[in-house]
C-alpha cells in the first residue's frame, strides 16, 4: 500500500524559504527515484525536482534551479525540498512521489497522491 504524507507548507514573502518534508511508504521509496511536483490553480501539475534512488543524483526544472534543492533520507524513507528565493510564481500545491527518469525529469501520471502541502507565496 502506497502512502505520502506531505508536509511544511505555508505562507511566506517573496525572498523567503520553506522546507518541505515528505514520509513515504517503504513500497514506494525503495526501489524508486522520487521528486517533488506541484501543482498551481488552474494549471497541470509538474515535476520540478527529481532524485535518484540512491541520492547521487538530481535534476530540477528550470524554473526552480538554483533556488530549490532536493533530497533523501533513505533510512527514514523521508524526501525533502528546500526551497530558498521564493517567488510569487512558486505558490502550489506541493506533492511528492515517484518519478519515471531523474535526468530527463520525467514523472508519472499517478493514480495515487498524498494530500499534498500548500506553499503560498506574497509577493
Known amino acids: 500500500q502506497v502512502q505520502l504524507v506531505e508536509s511544511g507548507g505555508g505562507l511566506v514573502q517573496a525572498g523567503g524559504s520553506l522546507r518541505l518534508s515528505c514520509a513515504a511508504s517503504g513500497s514506494i521509496f525503495s526501489i524508486n527515484a522520487m521528486g517533488w511536483y506541484r501543482q498551481a490553480p488552474g494549471k497541470e501539475r509538474e515535476l520540478v525536482a527529481g532524485i535518484t534512488v540512491g541520492g547521487g543524483s538530481t535534476n530540477y526544472a528550470d524554473s526552480v534551479k538554483g533556488r530549490f534543492t532536493i533530497s533523501r533520507d533513505n533510512a527514514k524513507n523521508m524526501v525533502y525540498l528546500q526551497m530558498n528565493s521564493l517567488k510569487f510564481e512558486d505558490t502550489a500545491v506541493y506533492y511528492c512521489?515517484?518519478?519515471?527518469?531523474?535526468?530527463?525529469?520525467?514523472?508519472?501520471?499517478?493514480?495515487?497522491w498524498g494530500q499534498g502541502t500548500q506553499v503560498t507565496v506574497s509577493s
Open positions: 512521489n515517484s518519478v519515471r527518469s531523474v535526468r530527463y525529469l520525467w514523472g508519472y501520471d499517478h493514480d495515487y
